[in-house]
């Protein structure tokens, strides 16, 4: 059972789940647009076999704070200041959607502080045909003004995210949705190819690969076990390697 904490971080309140054995390495879990800790909580267990995992709830999300301010880059700082507060050193991020542009972020200019790195459903930074979001109706479990700030980002990256993949020094698995993601597919194949130390792995279930538990933690392990090459060759259950 995970336990339900908060930490300040200069002057931002992060909420977080914790499941933690002792001495093992940590494991930062974060979510897409919209979502929050619990989205991880089926994973959880599975991955605190090996690794103390923190699921966080970004800024604007779940019982985080929701400053008025945001953008990518202070999500990106907030994270990096996460494991400061509670002296873990380097992590493992696992960033699905949002969370993952969060993650490379992070890799990107602050390469000595994440181990190993694992990008769910997360194409390369180029820019797309902007949206403009409604908002749902009811009470959300997100502050609305963090929707179109972030949206404007991802729809149109900072100039250099793209060749600063080619920075990120982290051993890295991009888990890809396959034909049934919203995702351009090779937008995703992308990252892996730009990522010096990047592998793609397919696991055909659409853009909520975290949601096929059994599928996504398989894979996972494979890179936690430093196993990425054997699962190359020998793919299992729904997974095929890109």
Same mark, same amino acid.
């Given at each position: ?118 990008? /769910?459903? #997360? &194409? =390369?930074? @180029? ?7 409604? +908002?749902?109706?009811?009470? $959300? !479990?997100?502050?609305? /003004?963090? #929707? &179109? =700030?972030? @949206? ?7 100039? +250099?995210?793209?060749?600063? $993949? !080619? ?76």
């Amino acid at each position: 059972m995970a336990d339900h904490r908060s930490v300040d971080v200069r002057g931002i309140r992060l909420a977080y789940q914790v499941s933690e054995p002792p001495d093992a390495p940590p494991l930062v879990l974060l979510h897409a647009l919209g979502g929050n800790a619990t989205d991880w909580e089926p994973l959880m267990p599975v991955l605190a076999r090996s690794r103390q995992v923190y699921a966080l709830d970004l800024r604007g999300h779940g019982r985080s704070d929701w400053p008025g301010d945001y953008s990518l880059e202070l999500m990106r700082a907030d994270v990096l200041r996460f494991p400061d507060a509670l002296g873990l050193g380097r992590v493992e991020p696992i960033g699905h959607s949002m969370g993952g542009v969060v993650a490379y972020l992070l890799a990107q200019d602050h390469p000595h502080r994440v181990s190993r790195l694992v990008l /769910e459903d #997360v &194409p =390369a930074p @180029r820019p797309r045909e902007p949206g403009t979001p409604a +908002r749902p109706d009811g009470d $959300l !479990g997100f502050g609305w /003004e963090m #929707v &179109p =700030a972030v @949206r404007r980002q991802i729809d149109r990256p900072g100039p +250099r995210w793209l060749e600063r $993949l !080619g920075q990120v020094t982290a051993e890295t698995l991009v888990v890809a949705g396959g034909p049934r993601s919203h995702v351009p597919q090779v937008g995703v194949a992308e990252s892996a190819c730009r990522i010096p130390g990047g592998h793609m792995v397919t696991v055909p279930v659409g853009h909520l690969i975290h949601r096929a538990p059994e599928a996504f933690t398989e894979v996972v392990a494979a890179l936690l076990l430093s196993r990425l090459g054997d699962h190359g060759r020998r793919p299992a259950g729904g997974a095929t390697r890109g």
